[in-house]
């Protein structure tokens, strides 16, 4: 037994210290992490705000009801806030065991503007539970209908609108050669079509009395003398661009370099009237007409039928790059004057096959279909942009005018009175979008350009659209002017008169005026008011020979 005893000593005092030395543990408290919170609902005044919301009272309240109470201590992670970064003071109500709040501005929020609603993640619920997401919502106030500018009679309006118009082709003409920006902000750079505009407005000014025949006769001479014996063409048909300075092309694009029959087309189409328009016999009125047949007559009208090998018109041409763009000149669309021209030309007229295989397709230019209740004789689905039927018609007069494939008198009506039906109708729900704002055409838009139109709608209204189109729908296009003149001027109001374009949707006003859309502007309410231009474009000789073998039919002819 000794001997067991001096055995098990040693493993008894390993035992001991063993235990002696081992650390106690200390318990592990295992505390639940809360579970996330959300929002049910947020609402502005009653109406759902999952989606941007427009048309809000400046008595708006926000009520948002959350999964969870609300910790108060963290309120401050809930903010309203005017345009993104002013802060709304707020009175703020808790109801629902406090999961649910409702903020009320403490004064009348500002008309017209956007407010946004932040509730941040650091909002706590009372079990300390983190709101989840980050969430923005916005809304938009009404609009502020009050009048910007003292009332006056609608004819004083009209005056008004073509008086600040004409000072985009007058006062801001190319100092040199007399021809329009593109744009007001385009410097030396010039546009061969919008000049086109810009004569006819020019005629327009002084048949207004804002400036003396005199003072038209030498801009137009300044012009025409440049486009003559300055400005650079090929086979007779001028650049989209040019330099207001040299003459020099511009190029449109990297292939668009040359030629261009359309723009081309408007140019003349202008130089026409202007040729009617100064008739006097007195040497400077002479000379001027006598350059513009000059002009006229040297069109190569053929050439842009491939060395007349083929039975259709192509937009362009380069003299480095031949054909390469390949647009053919093809109805339904902005471009029936250049066919109208080729067949008036005294030099270089087409035959009749070329309009009926190129631009009408053999019939197949026809639509038919009717659209808000007006039948579309011609076009695309919904009738397109609206400077379809303006660009061409700033000089045809479409009044009684038919031919084998439409009356185009019923055309461009119904062109316009369908854009109208739509924007009335609203069936994308754009903010703004009335009886008394309408007009989709192509514009500047916030981040470039497009062609809108019902098919292409993005929330943008042009006052072009309404306004170019008073000779259709008078009524309507008053009614688009008062709109945007009263209500809008303090946002759309220039000294070169209407701005481009809006979007009251996106609270955007383009600063920008562009030659192709001021110039119908003030063109269409002259041919509204006297028929001016109509009557000098449908008084030209070869226009009446021309149109006629195309197999047109006008009291005009």
């Known amino acids: 037994m000794c001997i067991r005893m001096r055995i098990h000593l040693p493993f008894l005092f390993l035992l001991l210290l063993f235990f002696s030395c081992k650390k106690k543990e200390t318990p592990v408290v295992i505390t639940p992490t809360p579970n996330p919170f959300f929002y049910n609902t947020i609402s502005v005044s009653g109406k759902d705000a999952s989606s941007a919301l427009y048309d809000i009272s400046q008595?708006?309240?926000?009520?948002?009801?959350?999964?969870?109470?609300?910790?108060?201590?963290?309120?401050?992670?809930?903010?309203?806030k005017e345009n993104s970064s002013t802060p709304v003071p707020c009175d703020i109500t808790y109801q629902n065991n406090d999961s649910t709040i409702l903020l009320k501005p403490q004064s009348p929020l500002k008309k017209y503007t956007a407010y946004v609603l932040n509730i941040s993640t650091e909002l706590k619920s009372t079990t300390k539970a983190s709101f989840q997401n980050n969430t923005k919502n916005t809304f938009t106030t009404v609009l502020d209908s009050t009048d910007k500018f003292p009332i006056i009679t609608d004819n004083a309006l009209l005056d008004l609108v073509q008086k600040q118009t004409f000072k985009y082709f007058y006062d801001y003409g190319h100092p040199v050669s007399g021809l329009a920006l593109e744009r007001n902000s385009s410097g030396d750079l010039v546009t061969t079509g919008g000049s086109g505009f810009g004569i006819m407005a020019i005629i327009t000014g002084v048949h207004r009395g804002f400036i003396t025949r005199a003072q038209g006769l030498a801009r137009i001479q300044t012009i025409v003398n440049f486009l003559k014996n300055t400005a650079q063409t090929y086979h007779g048909v001028y650049p989209h661009w040019l330099s207001g300075t040299t003459g020099n092309t511009i190029p449109f694009s990297s292939n668009d370099n040359g030629a261009d029959l359309v723009e081309t087309s408007y140019l003349l189409q202008g130089l026409l009237c202007a040729r009617q328009y100064f008739d006097g016999a007195d040497v400077t009125e002479t000379d001027v007409r006598s350059n513009i047949n000059t002009i006229w007559d040297a069109v190569d009208w053929n050439w842009f039928r491939k060395q007349a090998q083929e039975n259709v018109l192509y937009w362009h041409w380069s003299p480095d790059k031949g054909w390469i763009m390949n647009v053919q000149v093809r109805g339904w669309n902005e471009a029936l004057i250049v066919y109208v021209l080729a067949a008036s030309s005294k030099t270089h007229a087409i035959p009749k096959v070329v309009y009926d295989n190129g631009w009408a397709q053999n019939g197949s230019i026809k639509n038919g279909a009717s659209y808000y209740g007006n039948p579309l004789p011609l076009g695309p689905y919904n009738g397109g942009p609206l400077f379809f039927s303006h660009y061409s018609f700033l000089g045809i007069n479409p009044n009684g005018l038919t031919d084998a494939y439409a009356n185009y008198q019923t055309q461009v009506v119904n062109h316009t009175k369908?854009?109208?039906?739509?924007?009335?109708?609203?069936?994308?729900?754009?903010?703004?979008?009335?009886?008394?704002?309408?007009?989709?055409?192509?514009?500047?838009?916030?981040?470039?350009?497009?062609?809108?139109?019902?098919?292409?709608?993005?929330?943008?209204?042009?006052?072009?659209?309404?306004?170019?189109?008073?000779?259709?729908?008078?009524?309507?296009?008053?009614?688009?002017?008062?709109?945007?003149?009263?209500?809008?001027?303090?946002k759309t109001w220039s000294d070169r008169g209407l701005y481009d374009a809006f979007s009251l949707r996106d609270r955007w006003f383009a600063n920008s005026t562009l030659a192709i859309d001021q110039g119908p502007i003030i063109i269409m309410i002259e041919n509204y008011r006297s028929g001016l231009l109509w009557n000098l474009f449908m008084s030209c000789p070869e226009v009446k020979t021309g149109m006629t073998n195309l197999g047109f039919q006008s009291p005009y002819l």
């Open 59 to 80: 008595n708006a309240s926000v009520k948002v009801n959350f999964t969870a109470a609300i910790d108060r201590q963290s309120i401050s992670n809930i903010s309203l």
């Open 418 to 490: 369908i854009n109208y039906a739509y924007c009335k109708a609203n069936p994308k729900n754009q903010f703004g979008y009335s009886q008394d704002c309408w007009g989709l055409t192509a514009s500047d838009i916030a981040n470039g350009y497009t062609a809108s139109s019902p098919t292409n709608d993005i929330g943008v209204i042009a006052p072009t659209a309404a306004l170019s189109s008073f000779p259709y729908t008078p009524v309507e296009s008053m009614q688009a002017l008062k709109f945007f003149y009263y209500k809008l001027g303090d």
